[in-house]
C-alpha cells in the first residue's frame, strides 16, 4: 500500500499576491479559463454558414439548452437571456472535471505537490458557483417583484385574513413552513454543491487508489466510469440550476402567486 | 478501540450504510425509465435526459455520506 500517493481535502498554496494565496486548484481553474477563452475565440474566427465538425457539435448543445430552457422558462425571450450563463456554467464544468485526464497536468509539481488540481475536486469551487447561481437568481426576483418574493418565505400578514380558529392554525402552519423554506433554499447550495464536489472527488480517490493497486490496464475502467460521471454531473449541475433558478424567479411573479 | 480504528471503522459503516438507500432508489428510477422507454421508444431521449437528472437529484444522500466519511478520514 505504500505507493498510493497522499490524498488530502485542502488545496496547497502556489502563489502569494498579498495576503491572497492563491492554491492549485485556482491555478487549474484559470488554466481552464484560458483554454475555454482560446477555443471561443477560435470558433468565433471560423464561424461558417457550412459548419466545422466542432461548430455542429456545440450548436447541438446550445440547442438542447435552449429547449430546456425553453421548456422551464415558458417562453423563448426569457430564454434566451439565461441561455449565456448556463451554457458557460456547463462548458466550464465539462472541462474542469475532465481537468486530470489532460496530458502531461498531473507530472507538473512544485515542492513535491501537484501544482494543477482539478478544480471541482476542492470544495471551494461548487460552493461559489452554486452560492452565484441561487444568489443571483433570488436577487433577480426581489428586483423584479420585492414584496412577492419576501412574500413567499415571510407569511405573517396572512394572518391579516383569518376568519376562523382552525384558519388560524392554517395560517400558523403557512408561517412555519414559509420560514421552513429559507432552510430549504441553504439546502439547495449545500446539495448542488456537495453533489458535484463528492463525485469528482470519489472518482480521482478511487483511480489513485486503483492505480496504486495495479497500474497497468486495471485502472481503465475506472477511468472511463470518472470520465463519465464527470460529463454527466457537469450536465446535472446546469440543469438543476437552470430549474432552480426558473422555480425562484417565476415563483416570485404575480400571476403565479395568484 | 483506538481512536484512529474507530476513525476508519465509522467511515467504512457511514459509506456501507449511507449508499443503501442511494442505490435501491437509482434502481427504481432505472428500472421505471426502461419500462417507459420500452413501451415508447420515441420520447427516450427525454426520458433518458430526465432519467439523469432524477437520478443525480436521488444520489444526493449518498453523496452526503460520501463527504462526510471524506471528513471523517481526512479532516477530523
Given amino acids: ?258 | 478501540m483506538e481512536l484512529e480504528a474507530v476513525r476508519l471503522l465509522s467511515a467504512a459503516l457511514c459509506m456501507g450504510i449511507g449508499s443503501f438507500g442511494p442505490a435501491l432508489g437509482e434502481g427504481m428510477i432505472a428500472s421505471k425509465a426502461m419500462e417507459a422507454m420500452g413501451r415508447n421508444p420515441e420520447v427516450s431521449d427525454k426520458v433518458f435526459s430526465n432519467m439523469i437528472v432524477a437520478m443525480a437529484v436521488c444520489e444526493s444522500t449518498g453523496i452526503y455520506a460520501l463527504v462526510v466519511s471524506l471528513i471523517i478520514l481526512f479532516v477530523a
Fill in chain 1, 1 to 258: 500500500m505504500a505507493n498510493i500517493p497522499e490524498i488530502t481535502l485542502q488545496t496547497v498554496p502556489m502563489l502569494q499576491i498579498g495576503s491572497i494565496g492563491i492554491s492549485n486548484s485556482v491555478l487549474a481553474t484559470l488554466v481552464v479559463t484560458l483554454l475555454l477563452a482560446g477555443v471561443g475565440a477560435f470558433l468565433i474566427r471560423n464561424l461558417r454558414v457550412v459548419p466545422t465538425r466542432l461548430q455542429v457539435g456545440i450548436e447541438g448543445i446550445i440547442e438542447f439548452f435552449m429547449g430546456q430552457l425553453t421548456s422551464a422558462w415558458g417562453s423563448e425571450e426569457r430564454a434566451k437571456k439565461y441561455l449565456p450563463v448556463i451554457f458557460t456554467l456547463f462548458f466550464f464544468l465539462l472541462v474542469a472535471n475532465q481537468f486530470s485526464i489532460l496530458p502531461l497536468v498531473s507530472s507538473i509539481t512544485a515542492d513535491g505537490v501537484q501544482a494543477l488540481r482539478t478544480p471541482t475536486s476542492d470544495l471551494a469551487l461548487p460552493v461559489a458557483m452554486a452560492i452565484a447561481m441561487i444568489g443571483s437568481a433570488h436577487v433577480i426576483a426581489f428586483i423584479a417583484h420585492p414584496l412577492n418574493h419576501l412574500g413567499n418565505y415571510f407569511k405573517f400578514f396572512q394572518f391579516l385574513k383569518v376568519r376562523s380558529f382552525s384558519g388560524f392554525l392554517n395560517t400558523c402552519l403557512e408561517v412555519f413552513l414559509g420560514l421552513l423554506d429559507i432552510i430549504g433554499e441553504l439546502a439547495k447550495i449545500v446539495s448542488l454543491s456537495c453533489r458535484l464536489f463528492g463525485n469528482i472527488f470519489a472518482g480521482e480517490v478511487m483511480i489513485t487508489v486503483i492505480t496504486g493497486l495495479a497500474a497497468f490496464i486495471v485502472p481503465m475502467p475506472f477511468i472511463f466510469l470518472s470520465i463519465f460521471s464527470g460529463v454527466v454531473q457537469a450536465f446535472v449541475f446546469a440543469l438543476l440550476s437552470l430549474q432552480f433558478m426558473a422555480m425562484i424567479v417565476k415563483s416570485a411573479e404575480p400571476e403565479a402567486a395568484a
